[in-house]
């Protein structure tokens, strides 16, 4: 059985960090890209962060970066992502999810639209207040 589980969300002020965890089982972690990916209320779901767990190979979408950090611990099938500087538009649903086909980060983060990894947890909420 195949399973992602997000966890770590909850309700912290403008400026104040979260670590979320992802934790994965019933597939092989270490050849499967992980993304994170967030949608908000109203909004589009939009992929974050990346990172495949073959070579470390991360990436992140513009409005994160600098603030957020994607890893991964491959002996516990499990991918983080810390969450610094939060700001009242970071709020959404974070949801991580794993694909082994292609095994790749998209070569433009911010362009993608369409998600079609193989795997998908139930996700965590964070709130922001301001």
């Known amino acids: 059985d195949v399973q992602l589980q997000a966890s770590g969300g909850g309700m912290v002020h403008a400026g104040g960090s979260l670590r979320l965890s992802c934790a994965g089982s019933g597939f092989t972690f270490d050849d499967h890209t992980i993304g994170w990916l967030r949608q908000a209320p109203g909004k589009d779901l939009e992929l974050i962060s990346c990172?495949?767990?073959?070579?470390?190979?991360?990436s992140y979408r513009d409005s994160v970066k600098g603030r957020f950090t994607i890893s991964s611990d491959v002996s516990k099938s499990t991918a983080y992502l810390q969450m610094n500087g939060l700001k009242p538009e970071d709020a959404a649903v974070y949801y991580c999810?794993?694909?082994?086909?292609?095994?790749?980060?998209?070569?433009?983060?911010?362009?993608?639209?369409?998600?079609?990894?193989?795997?998908w947890g139930k996700g965590t909420l964070v709130t922001v207040s301001s």
């Open positions: 990172i495949r767990n073959e070579d470390g190979a991360t």
């Open positions: 999810a794993a694909d082994s086909s292609p095994n790749v980060c998209p070569s433009d983060i911010n362009a993608v639209t369409r998600y079609g990894m193989d795997h």
